[in-house]
């Protein structure tokens, strides 16, 4: 550091002199350069910054100076190499004396006595090494590896052994000491040393190596018995599979389909992996073991878990489109529809259209104890949230599941306790499900059982009544011919909801069709009195229509006259005059035309006098004469275009806007704003005539323009 800061100080002291130097050179004879010389104004940090190791860098790279190597120096005689043995010797020693820690000094001290071929002294620095630090890996190997160059073989195999025995666990030195012996062709020495090596149980490349070695030599049965421990010692699924190709590539077919089958058992069902079976399969299809392969191939299917076997399927199908019928290819691609299924439903279980799928899939071609499982785990599934919209997926499957125990299994009492627990299950307090209550009476009624169908919708409207229900429920009623049950429910109906209008025509329609024109009457007496209805025309219409039917004609104009003491809307003026024209009152009707269009003008409904005046015209085109004909003709108006201003949100001007309007005759001649307008053009068109006989200037018809 103090090297870098007294460099970096000279350096600016150089830059001074250099800078001083170029102004003294650029300033003319006489003239003085003290203003020149002034202080720097500018104390800004200069933009491009320079640190003392960059300089540092520079000074080395412009460095023009090249340093020389140092001398060879040549040994003559043997005083002299001595004396250079002995400046080395202490040059490594006192290196050692700084850092013993550092084996790197050891390497290279041990090195370079190997060089001057004094082995003795190599020996004593390893072992001095060793002593220092005996777990030191690399001083094993280079001390054994010297040995080992100059055919040192007892002495480096003694080092091996004694590195094995400090530490079993490295590798390197037995892979090295198992070399060596069979390099020297010492093959029982190296299948001595790797016995020793397995007692420890090492890693399975080890194994592999032991096995490769006695291959070379042809001992397959040694191998055999390798093969034996090492798939105890490491049971992977890959090393049974090792073994069983070792059977198989060395001709013993039996062996290693016993290998598989020990390994199947061996792992049992809960640690089973695909892997094996697929082997396995693989295996006999290569003995043209085709049934056996498909034999596996189902095993796998039916043992292992769906997500644990993404490549069993793959490989099945390919088997079966190599080796298997129809019939078989269609089995693998329901079976993979499956496992596409149920990875859906594992990754979501409220997923309903998932479980909808796999149990269309399970009704065609699974079992009936299958399908009824994978109902049961459907409907365990219960929606997390309490509206109906998210429970109206989830009540599909109690549907399809009481339709399947009824239909396919006919299990009746299982279907009844279907429609049960899905009763129980929904909260009745918040929302119902009006078809599964029908849907359970009606299964009921199959079984012939009338009262308990009666009974589930009895509670069901006590419960939570709904329109639905009492729909279903009436409409029972009504094909086992109890009408007198029907007006009961009728009237409960109407207790829970008397602003519905269909439910009052329903209840006088049902009286009408059993006779009781009195009774029909009534009711729709009852509600028309009513105060609050949803549909109100619906149900007006439905009494005068019933009246129309029963030619209680003077009935019907109270109608029409009541409703029109309720609203005057230009409908109703239009559907009791056609109702006097069609009974061929036209006097009655053109009164009733007369009336409606008075109304309507004394409150300036334009659009539905036009309506009104519509009707009566071709009331008059079809029952009328000429002179009312003419009369109704006078009456309609013209249709004229206009223009309004539009009005901004803040007030302003926001421009003009056309629209159609009807001008009616009646009002054509009290309107002043009409008469002006007509005037206006009357006077425009005559200036127009009296403007072109003229031969005035521009001034005069500019004016006339404006």
């Known amino acids: 550091g103090s090297f870098k800061l ?107 006595e190997e060089e001057q071929q004094e082995f ?42 004694r590195a094995v025995t400090l530490m079993p666990r490295v590798g390197q030195f037995w892979y090295k000491y198992t070399y060596m012996e069979e390099m020297l062709e010492n093959v029982a020495g190296a299948r001595q040393v790797f016995e020793r090596w397995m007692e420890w149980e090492p890693e399975e490349q080890a194994w592999s190596s032991y096995i490769n070695m006695e291959l070379r030599y042809k001992e397959i049965d040694r191998a055999r018995e390798i093969y034996e421990k090492f798939v105890l010692v490491h049971p992977k699924v890959k090393n049974w599979n090792k073994f069983a190709k070792f059977e198989e590539r060395h001709g013993n077919i039996a062996g290693a389909r016993e290998v598989f089958e020990r390994g199947v058992e061996f792992f049992g069902d809960e640690y089973m992996e695909e892997d094996l079976l697929i082997a396995f399969a693989k295996f006999e299809e290569n003995q043209k073991e085709y049934e056996r392969a498909r034999g596996i191939y189902k095993y796998a299917l039916e043992k292992l878990t769906k997500e644990n076997c993404p490549e069993l399927f793959k490989s099945y199908s390919m088997f079966e489109k190599k080796f298997g019928d129809r019939r078989g290819i269609e089995d693998v691609i329901i079976n993979k529809r499956r496992f596409q299924y149920e990875t859906e439903i594992k990754e979501n279980p409220l997923n309903y259209d998932a479980w909808f799928d796999l149990l269309r899939l399970l009704e065609v071609d699974g079992s009936i104890e299958d399908v009824r499982d994978t109902y049961e785990r459907a409907i365990a599934n219960i929606p997390l949230v309490a509206t109906k919209a998210g429970w109206r997926r989830y009540i599909y499957l109690w549907v399809n599941y009481a339709i399947f125990e009824e239909l396919e299994t006919e299990d009746f009492d299982k279907t009844r306790e279907v429609y049960r627990t899905c009763l129980n299950i929904i909260p009745h307090k918040k929302f119902t499900f009006g078809k599964i209550w029908l849907m359970f009476a009606k299964f009921e009624i199959r079984q012939k059982d009338l009262s308990a169908a009666r009974k589930i919708l009895g509670t069901a ?64 007496n009852l509600a028309i009195r009513q105060p609050l209805l949803d549909m109100p025309e619906v149900l007006w219409k439905a009494f005068i229509d019933f ?35 069609n009974i061929e009152e036209g006097a009655r009707a053109r009164a009733i035309f007369r009336e409606a269009d008075k109304h309507l003008q004394q409150n300036q409904l334009k659009e539905e006098r036009v309506l009104c005046l519509e009707a009566w015209k071709d009331f008059e085109m079809e029952h009328g004469n000429a002179q009312s004909q003419e009369e109704i003709n006078k009456k309609m108006p013209r249709r004229v275009k ?65």
């Open 120 to 161: 003795q002294r190599a020996r004593s620095i390893y072992e001095r090494a060793l002593d220092v630090d005996h777990r030191c890996i690399p001083i094993w190997l280079k001390y054994a590896e010297m040995e080992m160059r100059h055919k040192q073989v007892n002495h480096a195999r003694n080092l091996w052994d």
């Open 6 to 112: 007294s460099y970096y100080n000279e350096y600016k002291s150089y830059l001074r002199m250099a800078s001083e130097a170029a102004h003294i050179k650029a300033t003319p004879k006489g003239v003085s350069n003290s203003k020149q010389m002034g202080k720097v104004k500018n104390k800004l940090p200069a933009a491009i910054q320079i640190t003392a190791e960059q300089l540092l860098r520079e000074a080395k790279e412009r460095q023009l100076e090249i340093v020389p190597p140092p001398p060879r120096q040549k040994i003559t005689d043997k005083t002299e190499l001595a004396e250079f043995r002995m400046r080395k010797r202490k040059v490594f020693e006192d290196n050692i004396r700084k850092n013993r820690a550092v084996m790197s000094n050891w390497i290279k001290y041990a090195r370079w």
């Open 547 to 581: 009246e129309v039917e029963e030619e209680e004609h003077d009935r019907v104009r109270a109608l029409y006259s009541s409703l029109l003491q309720r609203t005057k809307h230009v409908k109703v003026w239009v559907s009791f005059a056609k109702f006097e024209a």
């Open 461 to 524: 409207i006590g419960k939570c009544p709904k329109p639905k229900l009492f729909k279903g429920y009436i409409d029972l009623e009504l094909q086992m011919r109890e009408f007198d049950r029907c007006r009961k429910i009728y009237e409960k109906f109407l207790e829970f909801d008397m602003s519905n209008c269909n439910t009052w025509i329903k209840f006088a329609e049902l009286e009408s069709l059993l006779g009781d024109t009195d009774r029909a009457r009534a009711v729709f």
């Open 642 to 706: 206009k223009r309004k201003r539009i009005d901004t949100e803040e007030g302003g001007e926001g421009g003009w806007e056309e629209y159609w309007d009807y001008v009616f005759p009646d009002t054509e001649g009290d309107s002043s704003k009409i008469k002006f307008l007509q005037l206006a053009k009357m006077w425009k068109k005559q200036n127009d005539q009296t403007g072109d006989g003229d031969d005035g200037d521009g001034d005069d018809s500019s004016s006339d323009d404006d």
